[in-house]
């Protein structure tokens, strides 16, 4: 079986959509196409390209476990080299064929009597397919601050995830919003040429060193000359990743044991006390995402660095203020606010057999039979019942490595299982894995392990909302809200 007249389509050329891609050509696939609005494949690593951006996962298990990198420049690569990592893919597998760049897609609707999907593009043109699957990454939809616009501003206001290079920090008074991964790269790259710079939270979090350094020749000569030091490595980081996902159960030793190095790192850090009061999280350690930093804290003791403990609220001509009446005289507000991660392809029109919507069939919440199925023959490249259900937090708090790696590696799982199925009776899925609330039966063990983990309780509601919204600061998922005054 070749797959002749066997047609897939993939939504998003990240990590997901590339994975899929090569394990269909490998299983001897040919028409399938990989579709992505970009200019070139990578998703979010081609999207974000903020000052600092780099992977809080080391790299050799940031990968494919099918292509490791004997080069990796870095135990925690950058941006630049990540995206050159996943372009080389494309090379090495010749996907280039299969891609159509340059194309949104804006709706997917189920044809039943041809038993096919139709996907139609913001151009209009329509393409069929028997099977879709969507490989739409969590970090597309940035979530901006629900502002009160008090007076037009006049400076410049930006989501990192739309980073306009032509906006010169130096000597600039600069804002930025949120406490999360992103906000810890952004500022200490931003302060080595603004003249102020604000670090605005609504709540502090949890930091944990991140002992990163250039990987030597040695190792890149090892690695490059004796494969399966590789598969050791990255066996041993796997290992020790999932070691640590115990940090979200409740009172657990890892718990403990980590509260306790994050508290002494801050205290040997931030010699300031009130600084350091600023700085401690009130909530359980685990709850939300921790934050593996380099020089952030260091960053925040500098002297033209002020940390700001309450939420942007609204925008003058000039400055920013914040819920305390404080006014701050920005030039520029960099908003590290997260992304909208929860809201599965919010953004396409979905319609499976009998004219259910995807918005209908997840009213509830996400959730796919096995982890993949949505709709017939519609298959969702990340797991949605643990995305949603567990509030990203069952798979990576702790190391904040589990799902970044089970990302990534969940993909190609997901591919194998596609073709497998494909071949054997060229539908892709049998029936019943085809229904709509078959991924109930996934879902429903999953909810009974969260009495267990460290977000129920009193802070159920914060953790809810810091997954579904972003890291930190008063948030609208659909975008920035300038409202007028009155």
């Given at each position: 079986?070749?797959?002749?007249?066997?047609?897939?389509?993939?939504?998003?050329?990240?990590?997901?959509?590339?994975?899929l891609g090569i394990f269909l050509s490998k299983a001897g696939f040919r028409d399938f196409t990989i579709f992505d609005r970009e200019d070139g494949v990578g998703g979010t690593w081609r999207i974000?390209?903020?000052?600092?951006?780099?992977?809080?996962?080391?790299?050799?298990?940031?990968?494919?476990?099918?292509?490791?990198?004997a080069n990796w420049s870095r135990l925690w690569s950058g941006q630049p080299e990540i995206l050159d990592y996943f372009e080389q893919c494309t090379q090495r597998y010749e996907l280039g064929c299969?891609?159509?760049?340059?194309?949104?897609?804006?709706?997917?609707?189920?044809?039943?009597?041809?038993?096919?999907?139709?996907?139609?593009?913001?151009?209009?043109?329509?393409?069929?397919?028997?099977?879709?699957?969507?490989?739409?990454?969590?970090?597309?939809?940035?979530?901006?601050?629900?502002?009160?616009?008090?007076?037009?501003?006049?400076?410049?206001?930006?989501?990192?995830?739309?980073?306009?290079?032509?906006?010169?920090?130096?000597?600039?008074?600069?804002?930025?919003?949120?406490?999360?991964?992103?906000?810890?790269?952004?500022?200490?790259?931003?302060?080595?040429?603004?003249?102020?710079?604000?670090?605005?939270?609504?709540?502090?979090?949890?930091?944990?060193?991140?002992?990163?350094?250039?990987?030597?020749?040695?190792?890149?000569?090892?690695?490059?000359?004796?494969?399966?030091?590789?598969?050791?490595?990255?066996?041993?980081?796997?290992?020790?990743?999932?070691?640590?996902?115990?940090?979200?159960?409740?009172?657990?030793?890892?718990?403990?044991?980590?509260?306790?190095?994050?508290?002494?790192?801050?205290?040997?850090?931030?010699?300031?006390?009130?600084?350091?009061?600023?700085?401690?999280?009130?909530?359980?350690?685990?709850?939300?995402?921790?934050?593996?930093?380099?020089?952030?804290?260091?960053?925040?003791?500098?002297?033209?660095?002020?940390?700001?403990?309450?939420?942007?609220?609204?925008?003058?001509?000039?400055s920013l203020v914040t819920d305390d009446g404080t006014e701050l005289d920005v030039d520029v507000v960099l908003c590290a606010t997260g992304y909208a991660a929860a809201d599965y392809l919010g953004?396409?029109?979905?319609?499976?057999?009998?004219?259910?919507?995807?918005?209908?069939?997840?009213?509830?919440?996400?959730?796919?039979?096995?982890?993949?199925?949505?709709?017939?023959?519609?298959?969702?490249?990340?797991?949605?019942?643990?995305?949603?259900?567990?509030?990203?937090?069952?798979?990576?708090?702790?190391?904040?490595?589990?799902?970044?790696?089970?990302?990534?590696?969940?993909?190609?799982?997901?591919?194998?299982?596609?073709?497998?199925?494909?071949?054997?009776?060229?539908?892709?899925?049998?029936?019943?894995?085809?229904?709509?609330?078959?991924?109930?039966?996934?879902?429903?063990?999953?909810?009974?392990?969260?009495?267990?983990?460290?977000?129920?309780?009193?802070?159920?509601?914060?953790?809810?909302?810091?997954?579904?919204?972003?890291?930190?600061?008063?948030?609208?998922?659909?975008?920035?809200?300038?409202?007028?005054?009155?």
């Amino acid at each position: 079986m070749t797959g002749k007249g066997f047609s897939v389509g993939i939504i998003g050329a990240g990590p997901g959509g590339l994975a899929l891609g090569i394990f269909l050509s490998k299983a001897g696939f040919r028409d399938f196409t990989i579709f992505d609005r970009e200019d070139g494949v990578g998703g979010t690593w081609r999207i974000n390209t903020y000052p600092g951006l780099a992977c809080d996962v080391k790299s050799h298990l940031y990968s494919y476990s099918f292509d490791m990198n004997a080069n990796w420049s870095r135990l925690w690569s950058g941006q630049p080299e990540i995206l050159d990592y996943f372009e080389q893919c494309t090379q090495r597998y010749e996907l280039g064929c299969n891609l159509k760049l340059n194309t949104e897609i804006t709706s997917a609707h189920w044809d039943a009597d041809s038993e096919a999907w139709q996907l139609t593009t913001s151009a209009g043109e329509r393409f069929t397919f028997d099977v879709v699957v969507s490989a739409i990454g969590l970090f597309t939809q940035p979530v901006l601050p629900d502002l009160l616009e008090e007076e037009s501003f006049t400076g410049t206001l930006m989501h990192t995830a739309r980073w306009d290079h032509a906006v010169d920090l130096r000597d600039a008074r600069v804002a930025v919003l949120g406490t999360g991964s992103t906000a810890a790269q952004l500022v200490p790259e931003v302060a080595k040429v603004a003249r102020k710079v604000y670090s605005v939270q609504r709540s502090p979090t949890w930091i944990l060193p991140k002992l990163d350094r250039p990987c030597t020749d040695r190792e890149k000569w090892v690695f490059a000359h004796a494969p399966f030091a590789k598969k050791i490595y990255r066996t041993r980081l796997w290992l020790r990743s999932e070691s640590n996902i115990s940090v979200i159960a409740n009172g657990s030793d890892k718990t403990q044991e980590f509260r306790g190095i994050a508290l002494r790192v801050l205290e040997a850090t931030v010699p300031d006390e009130d600084l350091r009061r600023k700085l401690t999280p009130d909530h359980p350690f685990g709850c939300k995402r921790l934050v593996f930093a380099t020089d952030y804290l260091q960053a925040l003791t500098q002297p033209h660095v002020e940390v700001v403990s309450s939420p942007a609220r609204s925008l003058r001509a000039r400055s920013l203020v914040t819920d305390d009446g404080t006014e701050l005289d920005v030039d520029v507000v960099l908003c590290a606010t997260g992304y909208a991660a929860a809201d599965y392809l919010g953004q396409i029109d979905v319609a499976g057999e009998g004219g259910v919507t995807l918005r209908e069939a997840w009213g509830d919440g996400a959730y796919a039979n096995l982890g993949m199925a949505v709709l017939s023959q519609l298959l969702h490249a990340l797991w949605p019942q643990h995305q949603c259900r567990l509030q990203q937090r069952d798979l990576h708090a702790g190391s904040a490595g589990p799902l970044h790696r089970a990302r990534v590696e969940v993909h190609a799982a997901q591919a194998q299982v596609l073709c497998r199925g494909s071949t054997r009776n060229h539908g892709g899925l049998h029936r019943q894995d085809r229904r709509v609330d078959g991924g109930h039966r996934v879902a429903y063990p999953v909810q009974q392990l969260l009495p267990r983990r460290q977000w129920q309780g009193g802070h159920a509601v914060a953790a809810q909302r810091a997954s579904l919204l972003g890291d930190d600061a008063p948030v609208s998922p659909r975008g920035l809200h300038l409202r007028p005054a009155g």
